[in-house]
Every structure is written in structure tokens, then in C-alpha cells.
């Protein structure tokens, strides 16, 4: 148990539908992100998010919509996605952009998503 | 951040020491070497980190060479549980997330 909790762990959609994923984090953290991790492929970020303000968007199609209503959650909006996007969503949370003293990263466990 | 190179994969017998090696030949003076890992379907884990001297945690230790190119990290009694991808990354402070860049990690198998 890290703190982050992600749903749904797993999701299967189509390329017409809109869904949404879901992270929450316990930690009191200021700073979320979301990762992306394709198949054989390192880690990807997407998107960070700082006190609920976005500080980066690493050039993410705009078929992917963030949202950050409060520091403790933090969504993935996804609508007309293609089959390459299928992949594990990672969501992270830090103590500030900095992860506190020992600059740490607290991960949640995924969310997998199918696109059909 | 500086680029990272791990083998791809290692094994190791349960209960002896597993010892993962990283070079980081282009290191800056400013980078700091940490250490992560992922077991199958998770997201990965804070392990250790470190500038320039060694470093002993509850989970493991890192070695860090004097001309700071290279490092090991230490499980020094691996179990099963430990079986994992471990990520060795170089970053600056500052950031923890946006310049935390993953590679492909060392695949590690401990054995019965």
C-alpha cells in the first residue's frame, strides 16, 4: 500500500468511447503525475501537476485530457483513443516537486487499459 | 540527465546477496543516483539514493565509485519477493518527477 490508489485497475474500451481514470493519493502530497508504460518501452511522463496547476505536458495528443481538481486527486480523461495507447497508466504523487527529503516518487499501481 | 546502463536481466539464489550494477559514465557533479524497482503489475518503488557516498537503507545498500561513473546496488539477502525490474536513474535535485527518466532497468530473478 503506497498511498496512491488508482481505479479501475483495469479497462478495456473501444476507439469511440470516453472513459476516465481515476487517482487519489493519502500522502499529502502537493505534486501528481501521470506516466505511461507501453510494452518494452520505458516509462513515460505525461503530465505533471503542481498545487492543482499543470507544469508540464510532455506533448501529449489532445486525445488524453488531465484534470486536477485538488491536490489529492488527479483524473485522465480519455476519448477517441487509438490501440497503440493501450498501455499501464501510472499515477505518482511527490512532497512538492522536489519529493521532500529524499526525493521520492510514491506510485500507485496502474491502471491497464485495452483499446479495442 | 545523464544516461544510464543496466544489464538486461540477472539471476540470483535466494538468500545470497544480489548485487546490480549501473554506469553512469556522463554523470554531472549535481546528479544524484537513485534507484527504483517494479514488481510484476505494480508501479515502481523508492529503494535508495545517493550523491557521492555510500548509502545503507532497511531494503538495501549503494555503492557509488569514487569517479562517480558507476554504482551497485545491494540486496544483501534477496528473496523471492525481491524478484523485480530495478531502475538505476541520475537526476539532478530539484524536481522529483518531470526529470526522473526510466530505462529499461535490470530484470532480476531470484531462485528457490
Known amino acids: 500500500e503506497t498511498g496512491v490508489t488508482q481505479t479501475p485497475r483495469h479497462l478495456v474500451m473501444g476507439m469511440t468511447n470516453k472513459k476516465s481514470l481515476k487517482c487519489e493519493q493519502h500522502l499529502g502530497h502537493n505534486a501528481m503525475y501521470w506516466y505511461k508504460q507501453s510494452a518494452k518501452k520505458p516509462l513515460e511522463l505525461m503530465f505533471v501537476y503542481n498545487f492543482k496547476e499543470q507544469t508540464e505536458n510532455n506533448s501529449v495528443p489532445s486525445r488524453f485530457s488531465p484534470e486536477c481538481p485538488n491536490s489529492s486527486h488527479l483524473f485522465l480523461h480519455l476519448h477517441t483513443l487509438q490501440p497503440e495507447d493501450s498501455a499501464l497508466y501510472l499515477c505518482?504523487?511527490?512532497?512538492?516537486?522536489?519529493?521532500?527529503?529524499?526525493?521520492?516518487?510514491?506510485f500507485g499501481e496502474g491502471s491497464r487499459l485495452t483499446v479495442l | 540527465d545523464a544516461k544510464t546502463t543496466q544489464p538486461p536481466s540477472m539471476d540470483c539464489a535466494e538468500g545470497r546477496a544480489a548485487n546490480l550494477p549501473c554506469n553512469h559514465s556522463?554523470?554531472?557533479?549535481?546528479?544524484?543516483v537513485y534507484w527504483y524497482r517494479q514488481i510484476h503489475s505494480q508501479g515502481p518503488q523508492y529503494i535508495i539514493h545517493?550523491?557521492?557516498n555510500n548509502e545503507t537503507n532497511e531494503m538495501a545498500s549503494l555503492i557509488i565509485t569514487e569517479d562517480r561513473k558507476s554504482s551497485t546496488l545491494i540486496l544483501p539477502h534477496a528473496t523471492l519477493r525481491d524478484t523485480a525490474v530495478y531502475y538505476c536513474i541520475v537526476r539532478v535535485g530539484g524536481n522529483a518527477g518531470n526529470m526522473l527518466t526510466f530505462g529499461g532497468g535490470t530484470r532480476l530473478m531470484v531462485k528457490p
Open positions: 556522463t554523470i554531472s557533479g549535481n546528479e544524484y
Open positions: 545517493g550523491l557521492k
Open positions: 505518482a504523487s511527490s512532497q512538492g516537486l522536489t519529493g521532500g527529503r529524499r526525493g521520492e516518487l510514491f
